[in-house]
């Protein structure tokens, strides 16, 4: 059973906030959340990773909820290379789990 | 570093023929990881690599394919004899430390079995 569940699509106009959703209500207390996306026809790219404080980085900010069920991803400024397959993942750390992608959010960013 | 490197970046062949794919991690990072991308199946681990040794092999799909790790710099992945649903894209990619630590994907190898 997937841990994490993602809407297949969404569109975005460029130069606005692109909020992803992530579900995780069945995630342990110690497994991480992941995100990682896939610009087409290239290997995916690590983004950001979190467990329960929000997060951010150079390139977006993740939200987790207090209860720790679901997660945003945020890019502040999207732009036309952001149009990606973003995946949410959740890892235990230090743990025997495997970096499994699954079927993630196509993001497409319109002009 | 210039990253994780792969190579050929596309690659077509006859059914039946020896197809070699090979990766190059990035220095100093001890996890290797082969993934392979179909449209119907997406990202697939194939098998993993910690120090050079193979860990895991349960996503290989058939004794068709294998994969070797000589050193910490090199690895292969090999089909023989190829069919044309091994038609994929396939990824190496590489950690320091493990799945949690950030992974570092290679820009493939598109792999045409005609």
């Known amino acids: 059973d997937a841990k994490t569940t993602q809407p297949p699509s969404m569109d975005c106009a460029e130069g606005r906030a692109a909020n992803l959703p992530c579900n995780h209500s069945t995630i342990s207390g110690n497994e991480y959340v992941y995100w990682y996306r896939q610009i087409h026809s290239q290997g995916p790219q690590y983004i950001i990773h979190g467990l329960k404080n929000n997060e951010t980085n150079e390139m977006a900010s993740l939200i987790i909820t207090e209860d720790r069920k679901s997660s945003t991803l945020i890019l502040p400024h999207a732009t036309l290379r952001d149009t990606a397959v973003y995946y949410c993942?959740?890892?235990?750390?230090?743990?025997?789990?495997?970096?499994?992608f699954g079927k993630g959010t196509k993001l497409t960013v319109n002009p | 570093d210039a990253g994780v490197i792969q190579s050929p970046r596309h690659e077509v062949t006859e059914m039946g023929q020896e197809v070699t794919l090979r990766c190059k991690p990035i220095?100093?990072?001890?996890?290797l990881f082969w993934y392979r991308q179909t449209m119907m199946r997406g990202l697939e681990l194939l098998i993993y690599?910690?120090?050079?040794?193979?860990?895991?092999d349960s996503g290989m799909p058939e004794d068709r394919f294998s994969a070797k790790m000589p050193n910490a710099s090199f690895s292969t992945l090999k089909i023989q004899p190829s069919e044309p649903r091994d038609s994929a894209v396939y990824f190496c990619?590489?950690?320091?430390?493990?799945?949690?630590?950030?992974?570092?994907f290679g820009q493939g190898t598109r792999l045409t079995v005609v």
């Open positions: 990619a590489s950690t320091l430390g493990g799945w949690d630590t950030e992974a570092f």
């Open positions: 993942i959740a890892l235990t750390q230090g743990g025997s789990e495997k970096l499994v």
């Open positions: 690599f910690n120090n050079n040794v193979p860990i895991d």
């Open positions: 220095s100093g990072h001890d996890y």
